[in-house]
């Protein structure tokens, strides 16, 4: 049975997820094949819950998510999260025989937000993809998600501009 979140280091915990959506879209046809709802149905289950959507979109949007009413928040949260989905599921059903580096954590024992950085290596040239982290406590906690940079350009960042 894998290490929960909670339990593992980030490294891991990301080196662990990245090898389990792999493992998935290799052993499912239809993902092979790239057929989207399929990867986005694959996302949803396997990356998603580790991603931590409110501090993603609140980010993302700035001030201006205080200026937001508890519903805009949450409409804006859901919207953000198909976006996230979409995009994520766009670029697995690209996949075909990819390898996931995860390079060494500069981290000290103990910190709660860090960045674990990869290298997607395929049949061009290698791809960088890091993740930003937090570490959550209680129910459901461990190590979330809440931003990606993607080729030298966070998620957030680009998006920010929009609100």
Known sequence: MPARAEDQAADAFIKQLSSEMLSSIKTDHSSQVGNVPAIIALVNARLMPSVNFKRMTSSAAGPAW??????????????????????????????????????????????KELVVRTEVKGQGDPIQLDYRLEKTAGEGGGWKIYNLNIMGVWLVETYRSQF
């Not at 409409?75 to 075909?96: C, D, N, P």
Request: charged share 25%; hydrophobic share 40%; net charge positive.
């Open 66 to 111: 205080r200026q937001m009413t508890p519903e805009q928040q949450k409409r804006l949260q859901e919207e953000f999260k198909i976006l996230l989905v979409r995009t994520y599921a766009g670029a697995l059903s690209q996949v075909s025989d990819v390898t996931i580096a995860v390079k060494p954590l500069r981290a000290a024992p103990g910190d």
